[in-house]
Structure formats: C-alpha cells, structure tokens
C-alpha cells in the first residue's frame, strides 16, 4: 500500500521508511541499464515496490566504475567525475550532473543570501566532491566565494587571518576538523571576526571537541548536510536542528533497514545508480524543533562495511590491500587507534623480508609507498603526518579469542 504523500517542490514527500512505495522506471533504470548490474534485475516485477528491489552496497557501484563514465560522456548537460575513495589506480568513481542538483537543494537548505562571503576550506582537486559543492552554493546563493582550501598548519591559518578581516568573511565552509583548525587560531590570538557569523560543514561528523571548539569562539550559527559522493546531499540541518539529525530532501526516498539507512534518489537528473543504495551508516527516524516541514532521520554509528577515519571512507580491506601489494611486505594488519576521536590515527603494522635497511627507513619508504596508492588519504594527512604511523613488527599475533588475524582491528590508547 502506498503511504500518504504531500507534493513538496515537485517530489512526494516519503517517509524514512518506505520500502512499500512504487519507484518510477526510470529510477530502477539508473541501476537496470547498467551492464554491470543488469542481471541483479532479471526477476523484478513490472512496476516494482522498493522492496522488490536489491539492495546496492558500495562494492556493487564500484563494479559499475567504466560503464558509469560512459554514462557521463553521453550527458549533454554535462557531467562531472568525482572520487570516493579507492586507489590511484582505480579510484571509485560518482557521477553527479553539472547541476549537483544545487536548484533542488536549496529550495530546502538555503544557507546563504547575497552578501555573504564565504571562506570555502575544503580542498580543491583529488577528485574531491566538497569543494565543488560548497563554490556552486556560493555561486547559486549570490555570495562570494573564496576558494583558499585545507589551510594545513597553524602558521598558515595566521597568514590568511588578515585576509579573512579585509573581505569581512561571514561564512566558513569544511569539514568540522577544519573549521576548528580556523577557529582555534582565532582564539589562540584572541581574535573574534566581527562579520563571522556562519558554519557550512560536512564530511564528518561533528565531533565534540570540534564543537566545544565552536561554542568557545561563539556567535556561531551551524549548517550541515549529510549524504556521500555516490548519493550526493540526502539530508540538511541549520541552526535549530541537533547537530547529528537532517531534514531529508524532498526527492531522496530512505528507508532504514536492520538499522541501517538505504537510499533511493527520484530526481530526474541523478546519474549514479543510488536504488536503495546502502550508504554505510545506521540511523533512525526522528523529529526536530525547528520548523522545516521535511521528515528528519538521527545518523548513528557507521555500518560495518566501511569505515570511515577522519573525513575518508573505506572498505575495511582496502588499507589492507593497498600495504600488501608493496614490495617486501610479508603480513599486515592495519589497526584504527582511537578512531572516531579528534585524535584518531591509523598504525600500519607490517612484517617485512629480512633487508639491510633499519626499522626506520623501512617504515618510512612503507609510509610513503602506501600513501602514493591511497591518494585520498594522503590529500587528507598531508599536513597531518602523525595520523599514518608505520610499525615494523616480527609477527601479527591473531585475536586470542577468536584465533583470527582480522586484516583491520581498532584499538582504544
Ligand atoms: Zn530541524
């Protein structure tokens, strides 16, 4: 039975949980037409419920990478490649129209007005989606963009402190880690910039130390969104939200599954096969104070499948992969120190042939080798060196319990 909808800015509004609603044929065809997906909807029915549909994980739109590139060629309204991860060799590739669905976003989430400047801090290049989001916002909203990118170190972030006084910046935009990069250099020095007045973050969560960061600065009003590179923005928040709930977007179906949040994305222009897509994290529906009118979902912890260290996404066994097919690597496990803390990092325990080099050169041609083929990762540490610790050992011991050697363990320090 179908739920009750309302028509908001030409989509039915859907609940978080709808796997009883009929998807439009042309939705199923994003995934059906795909040569690499085909057969997965050989025994659909003719006008299929979401939940006659499979479900797609991240390793089934990996496997569309080259027949999705040929999709972006055939785009007359052009189209743009972007990166989620994956290696050098083979990243893995989303393909978003020119638009990135911006007009639609912001008739739901519109952070920004004429007059606004905004600082836009994340990293231009590397196949990055965030940079490009957040220029087109400014663009769309009549603000002025200001593309300086991922500051790095403490004595960047100072060098620009006058710049962001002259143009009388009011908007910052980045993941939390690099906002509060900014905004802690603001009050080492004790400076407050009187036009500052907004926050626009994604890409991680908005963790507490980041947030203690933000209320002692103050004045500060947040804007989120969340979503992923394959589905692009799902869900938004602004000032009166709770900072880990979203207001859903209009044409982005969700259903929560055994916990975990599927997507479905109805918009006419979407080229990425996101049909019930699982994009990696628990959630659960919810409500907001504020006063949008779009149904609202709490993101919960990540779902098993990837992993997500600092504002990177993975698959468990990609680190794992990439260290092993280094020359001289032996065995490996990759272990998560502390991850999803302001100070989580990444040791990369290996053992190596017997060679003439000391532990040191060792771990340091490991380092460096496994970051040329994790390219994403390398963007992100790149002035974070500490977060990729390399640790030559004799041997991995397996889990005493389960007599394992699990290719990717956390660990508390
Ligand atoms: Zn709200």
Redesign the pocket.
Known sequence: MLQEHSSTNGYERHEPSSAATHVPSYVVDLARDLPSLKSRYSEIPAHPMLSDLPILTKKDINSTRLDLISRARLCESGSILLGSGGTTASPKVSVLPSSLFMESITQSWSPLEVGDVVVNANNGGELGSMFPFFHLLCQISGAVAIPLGGLGTKETIDTWIDFLYETKTTALAGTPTQVAAILERLIHMDIRLPSLRKVLWSGERFNASARRVVEEYGQLDLYGVYGSTETWVVGY??P???ID???VLPYQILEIVDGSILVTTVHEECLNPIVRYRIGDYGTQSS?????L?K?ITVGKRDDEQIKFLSILFDRDEPYEAVMALEDVVEAQIVLVNLGSADEFMEIQVVTRDHVENSDQVEHRICSSFLKSMYRLAHEVHDRPERIRVRKVNEIPPNPRTLKTPVLRMESR
């Open positions: 928040n602004g009166a939200c709770p709930s979203f207001h907001c104070p504020c006063d949008s779009d609202v």
